[in-house]
């Protein structure tokens, strides 16, 4: 199963956007999936993820309250949900699988590649 992130773009603060993974195949119950980020000059951090499974989330404390991580009716789709966007978010984001529900990237076994949100003041 491959994963392809998009939906990033250049906002202003303040702005929605969301992003999306797809997998181009089913992604299993037993998964989670993952978002991450990485800012220019910085370290991967963990966004948010979710318990394919049962819907569980977990999030940053960066972006708790304002990120929203859900998946589509049909379960091939990741959504990461961006409201009140600020400068501090702009980062390539990546979408990951994994089978641990951790916040931990080094237990993500499939990436996508990536999409960029640059988020003006």
């Known amino acids: 199963v491959q994963l392809q992130a998009s939906g990033g773009g250049l906002v202003q603060a303040g702005d929605s956007l969301r992003l999306s993974c797809a997998a181009s195949g089913r992604i299993l119950s037993s998964w989670i999936m993952g978002w991450f980020r990485q800012a220019p000059g910085k370290e991967r951090e963990f966004v948010a993820a979710m318990r394919w499974s049962n819907g569980n989330t977990k999030y940053a404390d960066s972006v708790k309250g304002r990120f929203s991580i859900s998946k589509n009716s049909a379960g091939h789709t990741a959504y990461l949900q961006m409201n009140s966007v600020k400068p501090e978010d702009t980062a390539v984001y990546y979408c990951?699988?994994?089978?641990?529900?951790?916040?931990?990237?080094?237990?993500?076994?499939?990436w996508g590649q990536g999409t960029l949100v640059t988020v003006s003041s």
């Open positions: 990951a699988a994994s089978s641990q529900f951790t916040t931990q990237g080094n237990e993500y076994f499939r």
